[in-house]
């Protein structure tokens, strides 16, 4: 006799459940400000100190990107390893280097680096004094889609490992899987051969009509082929503001130097403020207002600023089309920060120091 089980639950109410029960749990994992001594660092497999800023791994979850810092002893040299994620890297302390498949680049404090999905690397410093770097990765997306996948190979040459995935560089014709066979290698084609390295000295800051002066680490527009997630600098005038707005959760703000405090909130006015200080990053991870100020009136802060663009944030703003997902309050708030840009004197940029 055939049986039947039944929960008695109908599909509707399972996921509704389940919907709320989602943001129910995510709305726990609001961060501010994570300071820099919440940080622990760790020795680790590696070979390098590991902590986390925001990540799974440091029980601070988050959906799209992670932030850790990595310091490296005078000799250390890591094990050599590659993922499907990509990440970025910033440099705060110390002189070393990071080999990318093969190849070696030498950096300094306030240098920044691309490591690609699926290359081969691993860094080391051959000086004298501890090095110190913060990571930027991709792989918390990538682990909501079960692709987080992970090979260390300890001490092997790279010469010695496999490279990356092959890929069929395309048929020709017209049919759908011949089209799709030339897109997919076209896109990994570009992917491969992306810029890997900016250095500090080479960094040009520009004025904006707000307050600050910025400038592009890694992005698109200066030669790189990331997943989407884009690093930029801004500097912030003493006692000034960046203007107030709000978008969809994850950015990452970490203070390379300076002191201040970041008004976060549901509305434009009446929300918190949470002062921060160099070392710290600044999270914003939910769709809050937010504005963040230089509390020195003689020194300038810079914040180096991170988020997920070019992929996860344009694919946002298609899916919630005409949902607007960047938004200014109205303009008497708007506006209050503004100033003459060109009234600020900008100091010269000297490299970062930690701590
Ligand atoms: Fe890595
Ligand atoms: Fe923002």
Known sequence: MPTRTTTAVTHYHVQKTRRAKFIEDWRANHRDVV?????????????????????????????????????????????????????????VAGWGWTEIDGERIDWGPGDSLHLPAWA?????????????????????LMDTMGMSVLEDAGDAAVESLPGRPAYTPGF??????????????????????????????????LNTPRGTRTTFLLDRAIGY???????AMFEIGPGRGQSMHRHPGEAWLYVVEGSGHSYMGTEPEGG????????????????????????????????????????LLETMRALADPLVLFEEPPEHIRDKQAGDPQSITWPTLERPTWP
């Open 172 to 205: 020709p014709g017209d049919d759908p899987y011949a089209r799709r066979t030339r897109r997919i290698a076209r896109e990994q084609e570009s992917r491969r051969s992306g810029r890997l390295h900016t250095s500090w000295d080479d960094l040009e800051m």
């Open 272 to 311: 918190e403020e949470h002062p921060w200080k160099k070392g710290d990053l600044i999270v914003v991870d939910h769709f809050l207002w937010h504005q963040h100020f230089n509390d020195d009136p003689e020194k300038t802060a810079k914040v180096v600023r991170i988020h997920m663009f070019d992929s």
């Open 120 to 140: 081969w690397h691993r860094s080391g410093n051959d000086g004298s004094e501890t090095a110190r770097y913060l990571t930027f990765s991709s792989e918390p």
């Open 35 to 91: 300071p820099a001594d919440d940080v622990v660092l760790q020795d680790s497999a590696r070979g390098s100190q590991i902590g986390v800023y925001v990540g799974a791994d440091g029980d601070r979850p988050t959906r799209t990107m992670d932030a850790l810092v990595h310091e490296f002893a005078p000799g250390a040299r890591t094990t050599v390893h590659r993922h499907s994620w990509d990440a970025m890297v910033f440099v």
């Open 225 to 231: 082929q990331a997943s989407g997630i884009t690093m």
